[in-house]
C-alpha cells in the first residue's frame, strides 16, 4: 500500500502550519530520519523527519503554502516495488482523521478559548484618546523587561534556555542580542540553586528577574522563595530587602500530565512578604510586570502559557505601569459577581456572554494580584449584585476562592443573597487522558452553572 | 563538538569495539529489542504527529544501546528509575509495547489507565518505578530503592538513570553521599547525551566529566561508549556486580547522543544538521550491531529484515491497540488519589 504523508502537529497546540520548503523532491529514495521538508509554526520552524521509507512518488502540497491543517495528506510514499499506478485508489480515499477517534475529538480545554475575548481595557490611568497597538502577551512580558533593562542596568534575567535558546516558550525573544550574556544569562538545570542566587543578588544590590521555565519546577525552589526572599526583611528588622521577581508559566498547559499542570497562586498567596500577581491580557502583563520588576519586595508573578499566544491591546504610551493590589472590572453588570484571574478571566467573559443570553447580567472582577487582595473592588461589587461566584484554576481546597468568599462573608454578609458559589479544578492530580482532562479543568461553562445557582436558576 | 560520541569513538577504535566476547544469540537479541525500541519511538513521532499522542513527548532514538546493554546486565528483581525519556526504559524491562503505546494515546489500555501519559508509566511487576517529570527527581528515588534493597535484604540493585542536564541538580549529589554512606546498592547510569533541551553540557558543567561526579564521596566512575552495546553490557556488569557485593554505589557516563528535539515541539536550532547526521551515519548503536552479526555471518541481510519486519508488526500492532483502546471511564476521574486504608 502507498503511504501518505501527513502534515504533523509538531506541538501540543498546533492546528495549522505552513509547508516553507521541500528537501527531497519526487523519484527520491527515503530512508527513516532523513529530513524531508521545513514546516514553520506560530513559535518555530521545524524539520519534519521520515518515519517510513520507500521512494517519494507525489508531493501533494507544494512548498511555500500556508495553513496547511494538521493531518493533511502533503505527499506520497511507494515502497520498493511498488507501481506509481498504486496511487489513484490513495488519492480518492479520505486521509485517516484522528477527528473520528474515540479521543482528542473536542477533548482538550483550550479549544474553549479559541477566539481570544474582547476587553475593554478601561483603567483611569489611561488618558483618553491613547492609541491601542495589538501585541501578543509574550511580546508584552518581553517589552517589560526590556525597557525595564534599558531604564536600570541593576536589572538583569536568568533562567533556564532563557538566553540562547530565547525562551523555552520565547519570551525572552531578543534580550541576549539587545543585552548581551551578562545580562541575560542561562543558567543549569538547577532552580534550588539558581533561586537561592538570585535572592542573594537581590541582597547585594541587584534587581533579578528569575525565571522559571514553568511554575511547577519552582517547587524544587520554594525554600528559597518563602525563607529567604519572603521572611528576610521581616527578621533583619527592616534592614535587608529583596528586590526580585520570579516569573513563568503557571497553571496546566495542554495534556502535559499531573507533575507538570499545577496552579499555584494559592501556595504563593498564602506567605506573608510577598507580592503575587496574576495577569491576564498584554496591558496588565506589561503594566504588571514593569511593577513587579520595579518593586522593592520579592514578587511571584504568574503567567499562563496558554495565552502567551493571545493578541490584546496595550496603550500606546511610554511607560506603561500599573499599579499592584488593584483588581478590575472587566465587564461591568448587576445580577452576579465573578470573581477570577490568569487565563479564567477569558473563560468568565465567555461564561457572561452565556448569562447575558440567559437574561443574567453578570460583573467580572480580575484580581490581577492575588496577594495582596483588592478586597475593596470585590466588596463593592457584590454590595452592587449580592451574588458571588469565585472561578480558579487550581484545586478548591485553601485555595484563591476559599479566601474570597470567606472575606466576603465577613465584610459583606448582610448584602448575601445566596451563598457564595467557588469553581475550580477537581480535587484529584491533572489527568493525562484528553477526557479526564477536560473533566477536571474548570470553563465557562462551569462558571454559568455556578451563577445559575446562585441566582437561583439552575 | 568537542566531546561528540564519534570522537569518543574515534578515540576508541584503536582497540575496535566489535571485538568484544559475545555470542550469535545475544547479539541477535540486542538488534531485536533497540529496533523495537527504535521503531516505536518512530511510530511514537508519528502518532503524535496526527495528533493522536499530545503534550510532551520525548523520544530516545539514538540512545538505544545504553538501555539494552544495562538491562543485558541485570538480574530479575532488579530495578529500573528514570526520568520522561523513558518509553526505551519499559520496553527493555519487557513491558507490553501495546500497553505503553496505550499510555502515550491517553486510553484505557495504557499502563497508567491513561492517567499518567508518555512521562509517568509504571509497573510494578516489571520492576520499572517511573516515569518522573522533575528533572533530577528520579535519583534520591532510585536511592530510595536501594535503601529499601538494603534493608530487605533481596540482593536486587537499582538502576537510577538520568540525563547530564539533571546531572547538575542538587539533590543527586545529596543522594551521591547518602549511597555511599550507607552502601546503597545503587548504579546511575548518566545518559550524556551532550545536551539538555537547547543547553549543550559544556554550557551547563563546570566538570564536564561527568563519570567524575562522584569522586569528592569515594564513589568510583567509569566512562563508557554509550552508543556500543558491548561496552554498556560489560560497564554494566561490574558496576552491578560492585553495587550487588555490598561495595554501594558506582556512576556509570554512557556518552550517547539524542538524534530527534529534546520533545516534539523542538526545532534544535542549537546544534548543526551535520553534526546529527555524522553520529547517524558513523556512529549509530543499531548499524554496529547489525555489522557484528554480519561480519561473524550469524545471519545475512535477508533473516535480519526478517527481524525488522517482524519488530515493524509488533510495533503496528501496538499503535492499532492505542487508537482502538477507549478512553478511561469518567468514573476513573477521582480513583487512585489514595489508597484504601486497611481495616
Ligand atoms: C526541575 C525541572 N526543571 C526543568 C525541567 C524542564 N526540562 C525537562 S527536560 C529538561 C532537560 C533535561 O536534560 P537532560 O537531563 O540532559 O536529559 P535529556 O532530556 O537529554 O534526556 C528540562 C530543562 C523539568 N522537567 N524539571
Ligand atoms: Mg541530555
Given amino acids: ?458 | 563538538m568537542a566531546k561528540s560520541p564519534s570522537k569518543a569513538a574515534a578515540s576508541k577504535a584503536a582497540a575496535p569495539k566489535n571485538l568484544k566476547k559475545t555470542t550469535k544469540a545475544e547479539m541477535l537479541e540486542f538488534y531485536q529489542l533497540m529496533l523495537l525500541i527504535r521503531r516505536f519511538e518512530e511510530k511514537a513521532g508519528q502518532l503524535y504527529g496526527m495528533g493522536l499522542i499530545a503534550g510532551f513527548c520525548h523520544l530516545y532514538i539514538g540512545q538505544e544501546a545504553v538501555v539494552a546493554g544495562m538491562k543485558a546486565a541485570i538480574k530479575d528483581g532488579d530495578q529500573m528509575i528514570t526520568g520522561y525519556r523513558d518509553h526505551g526504559h519499559m520496553l527493555a524491562l519487557g513491558m507490553e509495547p501495546t500497553g505503553v503505546m496505550a499510555e502515550l494515546t491517553g486510553r484505557i489500555g495504557g499502563y497508567s489507565r491513561g492517567k499518567g501519559g508518555s512521562m509517568h508509566m509504571f509497573s510494578v511487576e516489571k520492576n520499572f518505578y517511573g516515569g518522573h517529570g522533575i528533572v533530577g527527581a528520579q535519583v534520591p528515588l532510585g536511592a530510595g530503592l536501594a535503601l529499601a534493597n538494603d534493608y530487605l535484604g533481596n540482593g536486587s540493585v537499582s538502576l537510577t538513570f538520568f540525563g547530564d542536564g539533571a546531572a547538575n541538580q542538587g539533590q543527586v549529589y545529596e543522594s551521591f553521599n547518602m549511597a555511599k554512606l550507607w552502601g546503597l546498592p545503587v548504579v546511575f547510569v548518566i545518559e550524556n547525551n551532550q545536551y539538555a533541551m537547547g543547553t549543550s553540557i559544556e554550557r551547563a558543567s563546570s566538570e564536564t566529566q561527568l563519570y567524575k561526579r562522584g569522586i569528592s564521596f569515594g564513589i568510583p566512575g567509569e566512562q563508557v561508549d554509550g552508543m556500543d552495546v558491548l561496552a554498556v553490557r560489560e560497564a554494566g556488569l561490574r558496576a552491578v556486580k560492585h553495587a550487588r557485593s555490598g561495595k554501594g554505589p558506582m556512576i556509570l557516563e554512557m556518552k550517547t547522543y539524542r538524534y530527534r528535539g529534546h520533545s516534539m515541539s523542538d526545532p534544535a536550532k542549537y546544534r548543526t544538521r551535520e553534526e546529527v547526521n555524522d553520529v547517524r551515519q558513523h556512529n549509530d548503536p543499531i548499524d554496529y550491531v547489525k555489522a557484528r552479526i554480519i561480519d561473524e555471518k550469524w545471519a545475512d541481510d535477508a533473516a535480519l529484515k526478517e527481524i525488522d519486519k517482524e519488530v515493524r508488526a509488533i510495533v503496528s500492532d501496538a499503535a492499532d491497540y492505542a487508537r482502538e483502546s477507549p478512553e478511561p471511564p469518567a468514573s476513573d476521574l477521582m480513583t487512585d488519589i489514595l489508597a484504601p486504608e486497611v481495616a
Fill in chain 1, 1 to 458: 500500500m502507498p503511504t501518505q504523508i501527513l502534515m504533523p502537529a509538531l506541538s501540543p497546540t498546533m492546528e495549522e502550519g505552513t509547508l516553507a520548503k521541500w528537501l527531497v523532491k519526487e523519484g527520491d529514495t527515503i530512508s527513516s530520519g532523513d529530513v524531508l521538508a521545513e514546516i514553520e509554526t506560530d513559535k518555530a520552524t521545524m524539520e519534519v523527519e521520515a518515519v517510513d521509507e520507500g521512494v517519494l512518488a507525489k508531493i501533494l502540497i507544494d512548498g511555500g503554502s500556508e495553513n496547511v491543517a494538521v493531518n493533511t495528506p502533503i505527499a506520497i510514499l511507494l515502497e520498493e516495488g511498488e507501481e506509481m499506478g498504486d496511487l489513484s485508489a490513495l488519492e480518492s480515499a479520505p486521509a485517516p482523521s484522528p477527528a473520528a477517534e474515540p479521543a482528542e475529538a473536542d477533548a482538550s480545554p483550550d479549544t474553549q478559548t479559541e477566539v481570544a475575548p474582547t476587553i475593554t481595557v478601561s483603567d483611569p490611568a489611561i488618558p483618553e484618546g491613547t492609541a491601542m497597538v495589538p501585541v501578543t502577551v509574550r511580546d508584552a512580558l518581553r517589552d517589560a523587561m526590556a525597557e525595564e533593562m534599558r531604564a536600570d542596568d541593576k536589572v538583569f534575567l536568568m533562567g533556564e534556555e532563557v538566553a540562547e535558546y530565547q525562551g523555552a516558550y520565547k519570551v525572552s525573544r531578543g534580550l541576549l542580542e539587545e543585552f548581551g550574556p551578562k545580562r541575560v544569562i542561562d543558567t543549569p538545570i538547577t532552580e534550588y540553586g539558581f533561586a537561592g542566587l538570585g535572592v542573594g543578588a537581590a541582597f547585594g544590590g541587584l534587581k533579578p528577574i528569575v525565571e522559571f521555565m514553568t511554575f511547577n519546577f519552582a517547587m524544587q525552589a520554594m525554600d528559597h522563595i518563602i525563607n529567604s526572599a519572603a521572611k528576610t526583611r521581616y527578621m533583619s528588622g527592616g534592614q535587608m530587602s529583596c528586590p526580585i521577581v520570579f516569573r513563568g508559566p503557571n497553571a496546566a498547559a495542554s495534556r502535559v500530565g499531573a507533575q507538570h499542570s499545577q496552579d499555584y497562586a494559592p501556595w504563593y498567596g498564602h506567605v506573608p512578604g510577598l507580592l503575587v500577581i496574576a495577569p491576564y491580557d498584554s496591558a496588565d502583563c506589561k503594566g504588571l510586570l514593569k511593577a513587579a520588576i520595579r518593586n522593592p519586595n520579592p514578587v511571584v508573578f504568574l503567567e499562563h502559557e496558554l495565552v502567551y499566544g493571545e493578541t490584546f491591546d496595550v496603550p500606546d504610551v511610554d511607560d506603561w505601569v500599573l499599579p499592584i493590589g488593584k483588581a478590575r472590572i472587566v465587564r461591568p453588570g448587576e445580577d452576579v459577581t465573578i470573581v477570577t484571574y490568569s487565563r479564567m478571566v477569558g473563560y468568565a467573559l465567555q461564561a457572561a456572554e452565556k448569562l447575558a443570553a440567559e437574561g443574567i447580567d453578570a460583573e467580572v472582577v480580575d484580581l490581577r494580584t492575588i496577594r495582596p487582595l483588592d478586597m475593596e473592588t470585590v466588596l463593592n461589587s457584590v454590595k452592587k449584585t449580592n451574588r458571588l461566584v469565585t472561578a480558579e484554576e487550581s484545586w478548591g481546597c485553601m485555595g484563591v476562592g476559599a479566601e474570597i468568599a470567606a472575606a466576603v462573608t465577613i465584610g459583606a454578609f448582610d448584602y448575601l443573597d445566596a451563598p457564595p458559589a467557588r469553581v475550580h479544578q477537581v480535587e484529584a492530580p491533572l489527568a493525562y487522558a484528553g477526557n479526564l482532562e477536560a473533566m477536571a479543568l474548570p470553563g465557562p461553562d462551569d462558571i454559568v452553572k455556578a451563577a445559575k445557582g446562585v441566582c437561583y436558576l439552575g
